[in-house]
T-cell receptor, first 111, second 118 residues
């Protein structure tokens, strides 16, 4: 399944499939990006980050891709599990330590 | 470490009352952030501190909001007087700022305080 930017804030994906969550960021001067996961009733939890001098970074079951030309960020989750159901936020840094968060994408995993 | 600790977890108050939210950051973290989360506006940064000093409070909505950090292990966010539009979840987050010799911007969030103003 795939969501596009902030205009489709929900994503439904079959358990075991790969998920792709997209994010369009606003500031071409941003030099650092983070993906957070927020489960219901909890605070956001760090997933993975990437600096602007990189195009790709991989973690455990997750990959972040950065396309600075079109100011686009994506998070790929491999073999999506029920525990991946949450709201996912991208955030950018363009001024000191101030994180600017996107609106979020709600991911629902179907059994 | 227990992570970022916030209290209370839930607060219900009447319009006009003073509300104080509390935060204990992760020990050793030099940065502390206060955020507000609503359905309409998402996650907004209100203010952040570095070494107990307020660095940027441009996100504080108005003079009814104030934040303090008297020491490295404690911060408060106060709303006086509170209004129904202040109803939201308020998060505190902390960051070390460095990971070894590398600068890190990773922020660790607390569980939040759900504030309801009636």
């Amino acid at each position: 399944g795939e969501s596009v930017g902030l205009h489709l804030p929900t994503l439904s994906v079959q358990e075991g499939d790969n998920s792709i969550i997209n994010c369009a960021y606003s500031n071409s001067a941003s030099d650092y990006f983070i993906w957070y996961k927020q489960e219901s009733g909890k605070g956001p939890q760090f997933i993975i980050d990437i600096r602007s001098n990189m195009d790709k970074r991989q973690g455990q079951r997750v990959t972040v891709l950065l396309n600075k030309t079109v100011k686009h960020l994506s998070l790929q989750i491999a073999a999506t599990q029920p525990g991946d159901s949450a709201v996912y936020f991208c955030a950018e840094i363009f001024n000191d330590y101030k994180l600017s968060f996107g609106a979020g994408t709600t991911v629902t995993v179907r059994a | 470490d227990a992570g970022v600790i916030q209290s209370p977890r839930h607060e219900v108050t009447e319009m006009g009352q003073e509300v104080t939210l509390r935060c204990k950051p992760i020990s050793g973290h030099d940065y502390l952030f206060w955020y507000r989360q609503t359905m309409m506006r998402g996650l907004e940064l209100l203010i952040y501190f570095n070494n107990n000093v307020p660095i940027d409070d441009s996100g504080m909505p108005e003079d009814r909001f104030s934040a303090k950090m008297p020491n490295a292990s404690f911060s408060t966010l106060k709303i006086q007087p509170s209004e129904p539009r202040d109803s939201a979840v308020y998060f505190c987050a902390s960051s070390s700022g460095t990971e070894g010799t590398r600068v890190t911007y990773e922020q660790y969030f607390g569980p939040g305080t759900r504030l309801t103003v009636t």
